[in-house]
């Protein structure tokens, strides 16, 4: 009998298990963001978590982690969920779509456990992740979070306040069960909803090339749309001192949008003029638009902004 044909796919996940392994995850932490040791994953805490209601779940080709999420059982007083802490991919393997797959295989996980939601937090700046979070899984950002973490130095974070999207993934609603199935809008409906929506964030390229915020507004209309960089490393690189810039006019936007209770409900990019550009699509909060543990989207925006 001929032995089976290798599979192509190189890629398998699996919850961790061996110290080796936990080990293997600090070190794919630390390729990914930079981590100092305060921010770090200890083989104990995994293990604890692992054990303990969390989950520990790693990408591996061949014997070796090339990204992981972590997460544990959270309850805001009135549900449990997942809490989803972190999610991390080797730079080399962030192009073959190992974070959206992890996610899909931590959806798994967590619904054997007999739960239906999926919460965790991302930097709004950081469009990759937006399209995952948002686009292609159906999360909805529910609330900003001005500088959440406090100051943190890792190369991902330095220099920059921590503001974050608190999101909320409801694995069995429709809307996420459609777009794991791979049903979003065209680029053409992208662009005709892009063009119609009344702009939050107006920008304008730099001197590099590379576009800055130059002024907020209120959202108006049925749609609108909050831009944001399409890609934060060459704003680093190229123009950094926008970055502040950048971080500000999103936080007074995301302000303005919730205050006028107006809801994230998708995020594309759009190309125009040979240039890529970014956005969060936003209309009007419906009845059932709520965040599960506040009441409706944007009632409260986490910490106060610094002084």
Do not use: C
């Not at 190189?10 to 963001?33: D, I, T």
């Amino acid at each position: 009998m001929a032995p089976p044909e290798k599979s192509a796919d190189p890629f398998r996940f699996r919850r961790l298990g061996k110290p080796e392994e936990f080990r293997q995850l600090e070190q794919v932490q630390s390729a990914a963001f930079g981590s100092d040791p305060e921010g770090s994953l200890t083989v104990p805490l995994q293990r604890a978590l692992q054990d303990n209601g969390g989950l520990v779940l790693g990408a591996f080709v061949d014997i070796h982690l090339v990204g992981f999420s972590i997460g544990f059982l959270g309850w805001d007083g009135r549900r449990l969920y997942h809490y989803s802490h972190m999610t991390a991919v080797r730079p080399e393997y962030q192009n073959h779509r190992v974070g959206l797959r992890l996610k899909r295989y931590q959806r798994e996980e967590v619904l054997a456990m007999g739960l239906e939601e999926i919460r965790w937090t991302f930097d709004p700046l950081r469009s990759r992740n937006a399209m995952l979070n948002v686009r292609r899984l159906g999360g909805r950002p529910t609330s900003y979070l001005s500088h959440y973490y406090g100051q943190m130095n890792d190369s991902a974070n330095q220099g920059l306040e921590t503001d974050r999207l608190k999101l909320v993934w409801s694995i069995t609603a429709p809307a996420a069960l459609q777009r794991l199935e791979g049903k979003f809008p065209t680029r053409d409906e992208d662009r005709a909803r892009w063009e119609a929506s009344s702009p939050i964030v107006r920008t304008e390229p730099g001197e590099s090339g590379i576009r800055t915020p130059t002024e907020v507004a209120e959202p108006s209309g049925p749609s609108a749309h909050l831009e944001i960089p399409f890609d934060l490393d060459l704003v680093r690189q190229h123009e950094p001192k926008s970055l502040w810039r950048w971080r500000h006019a999103v936080r007074d936007a995301f302000r303005a949008a919730y205050d006028l209770h107006y809801v994230v409900d998708d995020f594309a990019t759009v190309s125009a003029d040979h240039e890529r550009r970014s956005f969060y699509f936003l209309r009007p909060a419906e009845k059932g638009d709520e965040d599960p543990a506040e009441g409706p989207v944007g009632s409260t925006l986490g910490p106060a902004r610094p002084p």
